[in-house]
């Protein structure tokens, strides 16, 4: 079992920045994929940004690309969001996510491919 913890929520005025962080007990697996989701209430949990550990890219989301960045650890088996320029509709828990498989990129969005859940930060963007 894995466990994930997140960390660095908050309440930020719009145009601010935050990082979120989250830490994995262990490896998932010798390959394996890490994403953040996000949800609100009422509203199906939505991909953010992820990665594969077999390669150097990172995927994100049209709504925050140019202004949300993955940055991993892998030697501490964490990664961090750092989330610039943050608008009130980025306002949602946020979710750190890892399965011990390497996803195709086609999947790698899909929040029901990831079987390791953290409990979630509250992200808030408002003035």
């Known amino acids: 079992q894995v466990q994930l913890v997140e960390s660095g929520g908050g309440l930020v005025q719009p145009g601010g920045s935050l990082r979120l962080s989250c830490t994995a007990s262990?490896?998932?697996?010798?390959?394996?994929?890490m994403a953040w989701f996000r949800q609100t209430p009422g509203k199906e949990r939505e991909f953010v940004a992820g990665f594969r550990s077999s390669g150097a890219n990172s995927y994100y989301a049209d709504s925050v690309k140019g202004r949300f960045t993955i940055h991993r650890d892998n030697a501490k088996n964490a990664m961090d969001l750092q989330m610039n320029s943050l608008k009130p509709e980025d306002t949602a828990f946020y979710y750190c996510?890892?399965?011990?498989?390497?996803?195709?990129?086609?999947?790698?969005?899909?929040?029901?491919?990831?079987?390791?859940w953290g409990q979630g930060t509250q992200v808030t963007a408002s003035s």
């Open positions: 262990r490896r998932p697996a010798s390959a394996y994929t």
């Open positions: 996510a890892a399965t011990g498989r390497l996803l195709i990129i086609s999947t790698l969005r899909d929040s029901g491919q990831y079987n390791y």
